[in-house]
C-alpha cells in the first residue's frame, strides 16, 4: 500500500479506472528496481523505446521507469491510449502485456474483438492469455483478502515526501546531510538516480525528500554547498587535461566541462582554477 493512494489519484485524475493500480501488482509486485529478462524495468516494467515514447527520460544517468510516481503517469497515458485503441479494458490490459500490435493481429486472425474468444485460439501467448484472468483475480483479491485465504498481512504505511530542486551534479550525500537525514532513505526515495549524484546536464533536478524535511534542507543546503565547493577546487599544473583530472577526482570529463563552462577540446592553463564537482 505504499504506492496505493499516490496511484489511484493519478488514474482517477486522468479519468482511468482506479483498479488499473493491480496491474501493477502483476508486473513487478511494486517493485521500482525489478528488471526483467527482457529489459523491461521498474514498477510499471517499460522497456526503454516505450518509456520514451511516453516521456520517461533513460539514459545513463537518470532511469525514470524506476521512479513510482512518474512512471505511474506515463503508465497511464499508455493505459488510455490502449483504450482508446480498443474500446476495451480487457484488449487494453492485454496490450499492455503483448504489446497493441500482437494484440491487433490477434484480433484480425481470430475475427474477433472479444478477448476471451481470442484465447480460445493459438495466436496469443500464454502469457497473455492468462494475464487478464490475474489482473482480475488480484482486483477480487486485494478486495477481500481474508476470504481468499490471506491473513495477518502486513501492510507498508503510504509513501509520503517532499520535493525540492538541486543543481547539476549535486552528490546524494550532501543531500541527506543537508536534510538531515540517512543517505539510505535519499536513494530509497530517489530509486531513478543511477549514480550516487544528479544529471550534470540538467539545470536543477527535482529530488524526493523525506516528509518534513524540505524546510531544514533549504536551510542547511546553500552553506553546505559553499562549504564544500571551495574544498573541491584544482589548481591546474603543467600537463594536467581534462581526462587526467577527471580519472584523478573520480568524475567524467562531461561533469568537469559542465562545472567549469568548458568543452571537451579546451587546453587548460597552468595556474588556473577548476571547480571539481561532489
Known amino acids: 500500500q505504499a504506492y496505493e493512494e499516490m496511484m489511484k489519484k493519478i488514474f482517477r485524475e486522468k ?14 509486485g511494486y517493485n521500482p528496481t525489478a528488471l526483467s529478462r527482457a529489459k523491461a524495468s521498474g514498477i510499471w516494467q517499460f522497456i526503454s523505446q516505450t518509456a520514451k515514447r511516453f516521456g520517461l527520460r533513460v539514459d545513463k544517468w537518470v532511469d525514470e ?14 493505459l488510455k491510449t490502449l483504450h482508446e485503441m480498443f474500446n476495451c479494458w480487457d484488449l487494453a490490459t492485454a496490450g499492455y502485456n503483448a504489446g497493441e500490435g500482437k494484440i491487433l493481429t490477434a484480433m484480425k486472425k481470430a ?7 481470442i484465447s480460445n485460439h493459438r495466436y496469443l501467448k500464454k502469457e ?12 477480487t483479491i486485494a478486495k ?18 517532499e520535493k525540492v530542486a538541486v543543481p547539476p551534479s549535486t552528490g546524494l550525500a550532501l543531500i541527506a546531510k543537508a536534510a538531515e537525514t540517512d543517505l539510505s ?16 546536464n540538467l539545470p536543477r533536478f527535482e529530488i524526493n525528500l523525506p516528509s518534513g524535511k524540505k ?8 552553506s553546505l554547498s559553499r562549504s564544500l565547493a571551495s574544498k573541491n577546487t584544482h589548481r591546474v599544473s603543467s600537463g594536467d587535461t581534462l581526462s587526467r583530472l577527471a580519472k584523478k577526482y573520480n568524475v567524467t ?21 577548476l571547480k571539481i564537482p561532489q
Open 253 to 273: 570529463v562531461e561533469e568537469l566541462c559542465q562545472a567549469n563552462a568548458l568543452t571537451p577540446q579546451t587546453v587548460l592553463k597552468p595556474g588556473s582554477f
Open 15 to 28: 479519468n482511468l479506472p482506479e483498479e488499473l493500480f493491480y496491474l501493477a501488482l502483476i508486473e513487478s
Open 128 to 139: 497473455t492469455k492468462e494475464y487478464v484472468p490475474m489482473l482480475l483475480a488480484a482486483m
Open 215 to 222: 524546510e531544514v534542507f533549504e536551510k542547511n543546503f546553500a
Open 65 to 78: 521507469r524506476r521512479d513510482p510516481e512518474k512512471s505511474t503517469l506515463a503508465a497511464a497515458e499508455y
Open 185 to 200: 532513505e535519499i536513494r530509497a526515495l530517489n530509486p531513478a538516480l543511477l549514480r550516487e549524484k544528479t544529471p550534470p
Open 144 to 161: 477481500e483478502p481474508q476470504k481468499y485465504g490471506f491473513s495477518n498481512i502486513e501492510y507498508h504505511p503510504p509513501l509520503v515526501y
Open 111 to 117: 475475427q474477433s474483438e472479444d478477448f476471451w474468444v
